[in-house]
């Protein structure tokens, strides 16, 4: 009898059934059931091959210039203003927290519910959440058609590209001026649509940090910067928060750029230039890429109302369409670090 109880004890230890205490309560040996959960983290499919299904479906199937998931961004943005918006911080506090957690909610059951199915299908979900998110192709497309048409002397259409690009008029014919306002914008893009997104996807469980990111940068500008100055009040709150959001992101991306290109010049331009910028969170990037390549970024541009004043980024000589080209190749050498990254977190997740 004694030997039975001792099996029936170590069978309910072992597999985790209930198993009655002392006084007569039952309660569960927690051994598997994390031993089971650990087993099923180690099996989920590596984030480095969601990454690639990723890249490799946006190459075979290219999104749209303006992907659906960014203009529902935007609408949520716009209702969550519109409902909350009193003309103060404190309602800017509570929009930004009811518009986090009513996108991330549903985020995290989806998750759940593709974690019940199958670990592939959480996979699925997550390539599907890359897919939609990430703007690699689309800057390095954009970037190349820019310098295409300034090699063919077609400064118009270069300037009608970039402006479709930036979603604002560019003001100017001068090749010069649109050769480095593209080179900022696929700087800017390379950060805010690939490798801020990576870091948070590498950080946060699934797809939440491709949710979170996009999100809080588009909650950022449209509550903190495209308002009248008297309405800012609103999006004081959106604003730091995606700074604090964006803070180790925009060093890494920085950071990546001068590994990638010239280190001393990038990180010097870095440390020196980037509290200059109009904004120094973005001179970050901005400089530590303009430094990575040797040129020079910035710089006064022309206009119908007269030269438009802006501080120099970056060294050496003006960005020309040559440079545009370089350019190119430091985004994928960037991309190529992210790539070693990632695999560097499937062999710990491996190990």
């Not at 992907?67 to 961004?73: D, I, M, P, Q």
């Amino acid at each position: 009898m004694q030997y039975a109880s001792a099996e029936r004890r170590r069978f309910s230890s072992e597999s985790g059934l209930p198993r009655r205490s002392p006084g007569g309560a039952f309660f569960f040996r927690a051994g598997s059931a994390t031993y089971n959960q650990f087993n099923a983290r180690r099996l989920r499919p590596v984030s480095l091959l969601g990454l690639l299904a990723s890249l490799l479906a946006q190459h075979a199937y290219p999104p749209r210039s303006r992907s659906r998931l960014a203009a529902f961004y935007g609408r949520l943005c716009l209702s969550a203003a519109r409902k909350l918006n009193a003309g103060d911080r404190n309602s800017g506090v509570l929009a930004w927290i009811v518009l986090i957690g009513a996108s991330l909610v549903p985020v995290s059951l989806a998750m759940a519910l593709a974690a019940a199915i199958h670990p592939v299908a959480l996979w699925l979900l997550d390539v599907a959440v890359l897919y939609a998110s990430l703007r690699f192709l689309g800057t390095v497309k954009e970037l190349a058609a820019i310098e295409t048409a300034l090699r063919d002397q077609k400064a118009g259409a270069a300037a009608n590209l970039l402006a479709q690009w930036r979603g604002e008029p560019v003001g100017t014919d001068d090749a010069g001026a649109i050769a480095r306002m593209s080179a900022e914008q696929a700087l800017r893009e390379a950060h805010h649509g690939t490798f801020a997104p990576l870091f948070w996807f590498l950080v946060l469980p699934g797809p939440l940090g491709l949710v979170l990111y996009p999100l809080a940068h588009r909650a950022a500008q449209s509550w903190e910067q495209v308002v009248e100055p008297d309405e800012r009040d609103f999006g004081w709150f959106a604003g730091r928060a995606f700074r604090a959001i964006d803070w180790i992101p925009q060093r890494l991306t920085a950071f990546t750029f001068a590994v990638v290109g010239n280190f001393e010049d990038a990180l010097f331009c870095w440390r020196s230039q980037a509290a200059q910028w109009v904004r120094p969170e973005e001179g970050i990037v901005l400089a530590g890429g303009a430094g990575a390549l040797g040129v020079r970024l910035g710089d006064p541009v022309p206009s119908v109302d007269g030269p438009i004043a802006r501080p120099t980024l970056g060294s050496g000589e003006p960005a020309r369409e040559d440079a545009l080209a370089s350019l190119e190749g430091l985004l994928w050498r960037a991309l190529i670090v992210w790539l070693i990254v990632f695999l560097l977190a499937a062999a710990l997740q491996v190990a």
